[in-house]
């Protein structure tokens, strides 16, 4: 077990506490630790609003004070809405999550500190941990618990994350086209398109042509949409070819 | 308003509605569109959930059809959680953030469009749109709505957040100090650390001091901290000399 901890100090609603194991389990986190939950320990609610994250709340630990909850590790961010007013590093969530990548690579135990719903982590926990984190928002900033946690958890799981940026969707079989297929497409469209009479007048029809490719090279067409569009070409000549005769 | 539409297609329950308007306003969304939904409208329980973001709910408009919802919308984008074997780009978050971003400055308008509860988009529905979201997660994903509002408004956000990755927390008359008090520390610290026999044998004086300025360095203090640790070496000097004499 190498991710954070996620430690929750004095947490009041088992629906929040449920809901942060939700949202942990989204993004490959499952080290929850409690300091003296309001309500006691265990705590129905939060295993319901859990849902298939109950395994999370289930195997929760449970701390009476936040220097047991931290005492195994080594790097530790607490989460606060607002400044504190003493010297301390403070990070947007992405930087948080790319130093605790870089500290897991080094072999250190991590955690991220929330506190409770009420007014957050006070003064004392703040100075255990080596750095603050603030999530920006707008200046309406409504973040409960769980939302908090959830938007940890994504930068955590994202600073790993291999997903491509842009991807094209589409069949395991299928490619894009090629230039050749482009270009056999452009031939049989300029030829059709001559024909009849649409790229007129002729000291125009290289502009047209040019802007025609300009527009259909844009849509990154795969090989078999090339055969479709070419398909076309063929069935709406037939049709005028049939209209005409 | 410029930022990007949201558009719920038939959502079922006002708790997700209200979830998401609270989540839109913490990232400066406001045009909240609804396709159908399930329990009509208005809705008590949007309003209630929305809290503060009430008025977001109140604004909200309602349309028979996605069509119509999309109607003066010229980028949008489709969150989906699964595969549709379509051809169509597939974005993260943040590259469709970073796109409508983009999107914006160039005069357009534009939106994101989330299923319901129950099935999330139709493929028609996908088809409408000019590319696929997917927020990635690990193999466990169970994102509500609201939730999945909340990282597409994170991203839209932080795509245009100038708060820097790091910054040091402190008041507005602190500063950090200056290469000059480092320097003046190192040398208080070397002066007393030699008389008290700490900095032994001779030949290892400078690579213990090199390890101690290393150390300290690394914290990066502000000249009001400098001040505090130069005074904690004349109070424990001075306690030793009257301890001796």
């Keep these: 077990m ?9 947490p009041q609603l088992g629906e929040n506490i449920g809901a942060a194991a939700r949202a942990m389990k989204n993004f490959g986190l499952a080290d929850l630790r409690l300091v003296a939950p309001r309500d006691g320990w265990p705590n129905e609610k939060a295993t319901a609003m859990a849902a298939g994250a ?12 936040t220097e ?4 195994d590790l080594q790097l530790v961010y607490a ?3 607002r400044e504190r007013g003493f010297a301390k590093p403070v990070l947007t ?3 948080a999550a790319t130093r605790l990548r870089e500290a897991h690579s080094a072999g250190h135990q991590t955690g991220i500190l929330f506190g409770g719903e009420r007014s957050g982590l006070d003064n004392h926990e703040v100075s255990l941990a080596t750095a603050i984190v603030n999530i920006p928002t707008d200046s309406f900033a409504s973040l409960n618990l769980g939302q908090a946690v959830l938007l940890l958890g994504y930068e955590w799981f994202k600073a790993a994350d291999e997903t491509p940026a842009l991807r094209l969707e589409h069949g395991p079989l299928a490619k894009l086209a090629t230039g050749e297929e482009m270009a056999h497409l452009f ?3 300029e030829e059709e398109l001559l024909k009849s009479g649409f790229l007129y007048p002729p000291d125009k029809t290289e502009a047209m042509m040019r802007n025609i490719r300009a527009m259909l090279t844009r849509a990154d067409f795969t090989d078999q949409e090339v055969r479709t569009l070419r398909g076309m070409i063929v069935a709406l000549t ?8």
């Excluded at 190498?2 to 004095?10: D, N, Q, R, T, Y």
């Excluded at 109950?54 to 004070?65: L, M, Q, Y």
């Excluded at 047991?68 to 005492?71: E, G, V, Y």
């Design 2 to 10: 190498s991710a954070p901890a996620i430690i929750l100090s004095h």
């Design 54 to 65: 109950a395994d999370i709340v289930e195997a929760a630990r449970i701390f009476e004070t």
């Design 68 to 71: 047991a909850a931290l005492a």
């Design 79 to 81: 989460t606060t809405a």
């Design 93 to 95: 969530p992405a930087a």
């Design 187 to 189: 031939a049989h469209l």
């Design 238 to 245: 037939r049709g005028k070819r049939r209209a005409l005769s």
